[in-house]
């Protein structure tokens, strides 16, 4: 039955619409690259969400924070992210309200995270996101993986999106386990960059974070990484003209 509007009128009928999932990202976030160093776990990600391959908000921060000790980066549907985020707010608060001093740290909040992607995954729902947690706790730090299926591990260095193609590579080439802060933060530069000319959905602006023995540590405003386009300019002066006789 209709009502005067045209619309279905469910209050007449009885009936309701049935519910209506998610079935693909549609703003979304590249990759998040992390790697584990000599004093602890540093995190990057750009800033940048688009709508389809349109660049559409080039101001969005994906790595936030849990407590002093645990930082998640998050690459995928950023509605999604912010609904986890809401989640983990409300968790956080759980722990405060408690009053007795614990408040979870980075292997709990990936457990948590684990299982509430693997049930949403499991009831069809799932949450269209990738995500990194990082963290520092009792003397030793943590770096875990976790995505819209569930699946999910614990590494040395991780990257989601593209980055897990074009910045894996680089990073296995020079990660070693006694890299200092310097040489850590130049390897996760030096994948943004690759992923900045390699994918159109990357930017070269960038929020860099750490955990470390002292805790966590986001830049509060993101900074650009330094990119340099003239390989391309060169291949435009000088365009490859193919020989039409040998074909």
Known sequence: ?????????????????????TLQAIVTGASVIAVKYRDGVMMIADTMASYGNLQRYKNVKRIHSFGKDTVIGFSGEISDMQSINETLGSLYQEDLDQNDGFVKGPTEV???????MY???????????QILVAGFRDGKSFLGYVDLIGTSFEENFVAT???????IPLIRER??????????????????RVCYYRDCKAFNKVILSKATA??????DEPYEVQVDWETANFALRHPVVSDSSSW
């Open 119 to 129: 049930n949403r995954r499991g009831k069809g729902n799932p949450l269209w996101n």
């Open 161 to 167: 999106g593209f980055g897990a193609y074009l910045g």
């Open 110 to 116: 990936f457990n948590y995270l684990r299982t509430i």
């Open 175 to 192: 990660w070693h386990q006694d890299m200092d802060e310097g040489e850590a933060r130049a390897l996760l530069e030096d994948c943004v």
């Open 1 to 21: 039955m209709l009502s005067v509007d045209g619309n279905k009128n469910t209050a007449v009928t009885g009936l309701q619409d049935p519910n209506k999932h």
């Open 214 to 219: 002292d805790g966590t540590l986001i830049s």
